[in-house]
């Protein structure tokens, strides 16, 4: 740009800009790239296949290729045993005393306070089941 030539003023709308910035691309032989408003934004490039060589080594070059994997089959899923059942939060508010001597119960037995109430509460006659009592991966202590 010669010092005499004002630069251009651009206006100030994005409509504006875009149409602006297209022209620009246009005169300087910009390449642009747009994408799709639905889809991937790239299409995928399939590989191309190099032209076969003569009849004599077309045979050892494909059994130099590789052979396509197989797709997977499915795998069926492993029994797990029984399931926790579902939970629902509960708060409740509990002595200071009491909180104190389940706190302590959890570094003595390394269970949790949700375990440790659980099975005093099937010791008092509730009916729980094992599988919601103890933490998945521990055990029975």
Known sequence: MSAKEAPKKLPLGIADQMAAAKQLADEQNIPTFSTP????AVT???PTVPQEAPASTSASITALRPAAPAPAA???KKARGPQPSPTKRFSVDLPLYVFDQLHDMVHKTRLDKKE???RALSEGGFNIK???IYRKGHSNA
């Open 37 to 40: 408003r639905n889809g991937p």
């Open 44 to 46: 995928p490039v399939q």
């Open 74 to 76: 499915p795998q069926p």
């Open 116 to 118: 440790l109430i659980l």
């Open 130 to 132: 094992e599988v919601d």
